[in-house]
């Protein structure tokens, strides 16, 4: 008897903290990201929540937590795969440890602009990463455009890639192509989470940081920060994904609902991102030694990221599949 009490009392924890709470036919989904509310991917999960909230009346209810309030990126991912958080805001980054073709949207200088990103994302060979992610425990939903990484750091300008050298930067873990692509310019590489690093930068662990713009201003990265290179470093991209199971738990039209959801929020996002992007580089300016790296220059940095390149191709295949498809893509535009 005392088993059978004891084993209903853990029940009642697990189910109450479990991101699926069903009371009165009502689902409550967490949805977590790491960075700031006032941000692309505060965007999308305000207005994912919404136009679920109001096509489902109410039945399904979205929590949505900023900041790595769950937990820091490579946590929330790990909640997601075993179904103790329903949704979270991934980098691809955060997901290429588990699918390891996925850090391949980072190839430096890949993608020439969003629309080349987003339209890959819907390739056949993005496709089969996703099956991958799903056969591991991930629904990916679809991706967004989160912007190109630009160099900052507090040491000196950043004119060329050998201004790189000896620069302290910070890295996500598991991040492998960026992690090997700061190393090839001659930086030294500290990993941390997005929550830990303004606060690395002011105390010196590391000098610099790549993001895109709009996460250099809204995180206020300029306080404790003198140069920005504007060179289009990577292209970056974030996903809505979700717990398979909790999916495969979804009827057919709430499926759909998620579906919708999901791309009326990268409308808000493609929004949200075209109105402030300019506004925030030209606010930078006033904080900000501002560089832009552009021809003989920029090949400097193509150059010196040759041999991640050729790292990556002699490991995986689709990296040519990803250069043909882009070659196809820019002829048929």
Not at 234 to 241: E, G, H, N
Request: proline share 2%.
């Amino acid at each position: 008897m005392k088993r059978i009490l004891l084993v209903t009392i853990l029940l009642v924890i697990i189910l109450s903290s479990h991101v699926s709470a069903i009371s009165s036919n009502t689902l409550t989904l967490k949805l977590g990201w790491n960075t700031v509310e006032d941000s692309v991917r505060g965007v999308v999960a305000k207005k994912f929540k919404e136009v679920v909230e109001e096509k489902t009346n109410g039945n399904i209810i979205i929590e949505n937590y900023c900041c790595e309030l769950l937990g820091n990126a490579m946590e929330q991912i790990d909640a997601i795969k075993i179904g103790a958080q329903g949704l979270n805001l991934a980098g691809n980054q955060e997901l290429s440890p588990i699918v390891e073709e996925i850090s391949l949207f980072n190839l430096p200088f890949l993608f020439e602009d969003a629309e080349e990103g987003l339209a890959f994302s819907k390739s056949e060979i993005a496709q089969a990463w996703h099956d991958k992610l799903y056969e591991r425990g991930i629904k990916l939903i679809r991706w967004y455009d989160l912007g190109f990484a630009q160099i900052t750091n507090k040491v000196r300008p950043v004119h060329t890639a050998d201004d790189m050298k000896g620069l302290k930067m910070r890295a996500v873990s598991g991040a492998t192509l960026a992690i090997d692509s700061m190393k090839a310019l001659g930086a030294a590489v500290t990993t941390m989470p997005y929550s830990e690093l303004y606060m690395g930068l002011q105390t010196g662990v590391i000098d610099g940081q790549f993001n895109p713009v709009d996460a250099i201003y809204e995180s206020k990265f300029y306080e404790v920060q003198e140069h920005l290179a504007m060179v289009n470093l990577f292209w970056y991209t974030f996903s809505l994904a979700m717990n398979r199971g909790i999916w495969e738990s979804l009827d057919a039209e709430n499926q759909a609902i998620f579906i919708e959801a999901a791309d009326m929020a990268n409308e808000a996002a493609i929004e949200y991102t075209n109105s402030l992007r300019d506004e925030y580089l030209s606010l930078l300016e006033d904080e900000l030694e501002i560089t832009y790296v552009t021809g003989d220059a920029l090949e400097g940095f193509r150059e010196k990221l040759k041999p991640v390149y050729d790292n990556m191709n002699s490991q995986y295949p689709d990296v040519n599949k990803m250069l043909e498809w882009l070659e196809n893509y820019r002829k048929n535009k």
